[in-house]
């Protein structure tokens, strides 16, 4: 008789923060220093906590001093782990990732203390930010390498539904496509089969290690396990919150400035917004108010205060930013 399989429970979290234009991203500090970053994570124990919820707040707090505010169930990770060898008999862990926005403390000595840091996201993800140009490290490195990657098997192959050419041209924009910021997990997920990632490198998977003796650039920093997975996806759903819930005003202040508000959207979409059509835009989803106060040390003229309207909530179903896609 077969012994049954040992199943374990874990959570994760990709906690998100803005300071000023710089989305960042909190690490936990890890076992072995040697060892790339990783997200606060955990066991789910339920003989301790009561819910799932309650367990990753304490698991946060306890890896990084830090209490946060919004969290969200993200996804349930239940793969074998993409390491595992097939005479792996240790127990597999199902991993829930969870999204939670926070606000920076202003003093950062208890997160110092127990060696937890914010990292900027887009030292995971460079071909992420598009705000000020294109990213460079698509057409020097991306998608030379997925054209040759494409090359290889022309045509669809069993299990998959669409040729590599057809995903690499949805994901990343080829041949005239769009580029929808909303899809951070299907870009990572297409680098990894194609072992263009350190991730599958890591991994030993076979795209990987045929390329192992080739001068593959680096692309991006890695992280623990298959966190990184986890934050493109805590990434993506971010981006597509922000345009039909009101998400971004847990990364502001009470009282913020509109230039603020837009450089923390543009930020976390990952691209740049017309001045005045995000104002206009602003107005007419009525998201704000004026708070009859304004900014003084801009190095120019004053700037309005503005703070959320919660009443918004009640109002209609979907309040957001429908800003569109790049």
Request: charged fraction near 25%; charge should be positive.
């Amino acid at each position: 008789m077969t012994a049954a399989a040992t199943v374990e429970i874990g959570l994760s979290a990709a906690v998100v923060t803005v300071e000023g234009d710089a989305p960042l991203i909190l690490v936990a500090q890890a076992v072995d220093p040697r060892a790339p970053l990783g997200l606060p994570s955990g066991p789910f124990d339920p003989l301790t906590r009561r819910t799932l919820e309650i367990a990753l707040r304490a698991s946060i707090v306890r890896q990084t001093a830090l209490d946060v505010g919004y969290v969200e169930q993200l996804y349930t990770f239940g793969d074998r782990g993409r390491a595992a060898s097939p005479d792996d008999t240790a127990p597999h862990v199902v991993s829930i990732g969870y999204l939670a926005l926070t606000r920076r403390p202003k003093d950062g000595a208890a997160l110092a203390k127990v060696g937890a840091s914010f990292q900027p996201w887009y030292a995971f993800f460079p071909w992420e930010d598009w705000r000020r140009r294109r990213p460079e490290v698509l057409d020097a490195a991306i998608l030379p390498a997925l054209e040759r990657w494409t090359a290889e098997a022309p045509e669809a192959v069993t299990g998959r539904a669409l040729p590599r050419i057809v995903r690499a041209r949805q994901c990343f924009g080829l041949d005239g496509a769009p580029w929808d910021e909303e899809k951070v997990l299907d870009r990572y997920e297409l680098l990894y089969e194609a072992g263009l990632v350190e991730e599958a490198r890591r991994d030993g998977r076979p795209a990987a290690l045929a390329r192992a003796a080739s001068a593959t650039p680096k692309l991006g920093e890695a992280m623990l396990d298959d966190h990184r997975r986890f934050l493109a996806t805590a990434m993506g759903r971010l981006r597509a919150k922000l345009k039909y819930r009101p998400v971004v005003f847990e990364l502001m202040p009470r009282d913020f400035t509109l230039t603020a508000l837009q450089r923390t959207v543009e930020a976390i979409a990952g691209r740049h917004l017309h001045k005045q059509n995000f104002r206009r835009l602003v107005e007419a989803t009525a998201l704000v108010e004026p708070t009859g106060a304004a900014e003084t040390a801009t190095g120019g003229r004053p700037a309005q205060l503005y703070r959320f309207r919660r009443e918004v909530l009640e109002e209609r179903p979907a309040p957001g930013l429908r800003f569109g896609r790049g």
